[in-house]
């Protein structure tokens, strides 16, 4: 009997996630699982798109906690071989009316929507299967954060020859300088989400040249993607989409056809290509 088809949504046991699983479970070939890291929120989850007569499955999942994305790792290898799809949708967002220090909130966003997204990838990508697809969750507010950032930054934030190891570099400085109150003075805006998803976009470009370069013939197809702005817990009732609309463009990146070679490193926004 052959292993089926896998598909691992970080986060999701609510808001845009819960949608994607949601939509995963109607379209997608295969097991789908939702993941979150507190078991009860988890399980009851599942259990409410059980009620809508889908069928997914449940994965522990603190995307913070080495030893937590390890035994994910392990699981999916050891009972799929590895995984089809993974999308890195877990994040998080500070209230614009927060009083947390700008240095706290910097080294907390980052934490989870950069470190830990790249401990995800780091983790999982060589599990990928052939064929597979794997959506990191950015934001607009990453092209709006580029922007407000000095000529220098912005170039290599864009540049084509960016490494790995130079844009972790260049987090960790963001995040001292935030911590040491001169973030403005060296060319940072004081957007620490929007930085965080700069870091996502650029490192969703370097995996997939890697992924390129490494395993041409597996035609795994890589990106980053915008949600849109969506009713959720963190960006409040007032947003334009439901979750449903928001997870349209990660399930459309998740579900390419497997005769697909593009988009490939992109930033995507509305299922269409944005300029980085």
Request: net charge neutral.
């Amino acid at each position: 009997m052959s292993t089926p088809k896998v598909a691992l949504v970080t986060g999701s046991n609510k808001g845009i996630g819960f949608a994607v699983v949601r939509a995963l479970c109607q379209h997608f070939t295969g097991d789908v699982y939702l993941s979150a890291r507190d078991v009860g929120r988890g399980t009851a989850a599942v259990g409410s798109l059980r009620t809508e007569g889908l069928n997914p499955f449940f994965q522990q999942l603190d995307i913070t906690d080495p030893v937590s994305v390890r035994a994910a790792h392990d699981f999916f290898k050891d009972k799929y071989g590895g995984l089809d799809v993974l999308i890195n949708n877990a994040g998080i967002a500070f209230k614009v009316a927060d009083t947390t220090p700008f240095g706290i909130q910097a080294e907390v966003t980052l934490k989870t929507n950069f470190f830990a997204t790249r401990d995800m990838c780091n983790e999982f990508i060589p599990i990928i299967k052939p064929g597979g697809r794997v959506v990191n969750v950015s934001s607009v507010m990453s092209s709006i954060a580029l922007k407000q950032c000095s000529p220098e930054l912005q170039a290599r934030f864009r540049s084509n020859d960016i490494t790995e190891e130079e844009l972790v570099g260049l987090m960790e400085r963001f995040v001292r300088e935030a911590q040491s109150g001169v973030h403005t003075q060296t060319g940072w805006p004081s957007m620490a989400y929007g930085v965080s998803k700069i870091g996502v976009t650029v490192l969703s470009r370097i995996q997939a040249w890697r992924l390129q370069k490494e395993r041409p013939v597996d035609k795994i197809l890589l990106n980053a993607c915008c949600p849109g702005w969506v009713r959720t817990d963190m960006a409040g009732p007032r947003a334009t989409k439901s979750p449903d609309e928001g997870a349209v463009t990660p399930v459309y990146l998740a579900l390419l056809p497997a005769d697909t070679e593009e988009p490939h490193g992109q930033f995507v926004s509305e299922k269409q290509v944005q300029v980085w």
